[in-house]
């Protein structure tokens, strides 16, 4: 049996077979904004949340524009969480000021901005083992394989579903659940 399904198990105390996920809860996972205050996912409850690893330095930062734009529209059923990784090409060096600096002054970014993550490897944050482990957030296996990957979360704490960098945060692959 696979170590991490052992733990799980015990963890959640799971008395279902091994191959059933316990699905432990979105809500629970302690997450901190840019400015080291804990936010409380649990506040948002009852919307959708869309979280999405991002970059200052990657071709794909001008989707900054786009998850505004899908925020301003969509903010009274939806919140966008941006999350600052320096995970692939060190595409995001700059200190907690210079992210905020940087959103604010060339994207107008009004959302949430957190803490710098690790979203892959042996530090991997645990927002990130939730949302790309199958065995916790009861959905789907997935990896993280650049800077602006998206998830999104039903407003009950389900992952809906997750989405690759190419994808634009305002297609209808994600505005299709918000509508």
Same mark, same amino acid.
């Given at each position: ?48 949340? /869309?979280? #999405?690893?991002? @970059?200052?330095?990657?071709? $794909?930062?001008? !989707? ?7 925020? *301003?529209?969509?903010?009274?059923? /939806?919140? #966008?969480?941006? @999350?600052?990784?320096?995970? $692939?090409?060190? !595409? ?7 992210? *905020? ?79």
């Amino acid at each position: 049996m696979n170590p991490f399904k052992i733990f799980a198990n015990t963890l959640f105390q799971n008395n279902n077979s091994p191959e059933t996920p316990p699905k432990s809860p979105f809500y629970d996972v302690e997450i901190n904004s840019l400015q080291g205050q804990a936010i409380q996912l649990s506040e948002f409850k009852g919307k959708f949340i /869309l979280i #999405v690893n991002v @970059a200052s330095k990657c071709g $794909f930062t001008p !989707q900054y524009k786009d998850l505004e734009k899908l925020y *301003q529209t969509y903010q009274d059923k /939806l919140v #966008v969480i941006g @999350a600052p990784c320096n995970q $692939f090409g060190n !595409q995001e060096p700059g200190s907690a000021g210079d992210i *905020q600096e940087f959103c604010e002054r060339n994207y107008g970014v009004s959302f949430i901005i957190t803490e710098k993550l690790d979203v892959k490897g042996s530090n991997q944050h645990p927002l990130y083992k939730w949302l790309t482990n199958k065995y916790l957030n009861g959905k789907k296996d997935s990896s993280v394989k650049w800077n602006f990957h998206k998830f999104l979360i039903n407003p009950e704490g389900n992952l809906v579903d997750s989405y690759g960098s190419m994808t634009n945060p305002m297609s209808s692959k994600i505005t299709k659940h918000l509508k």
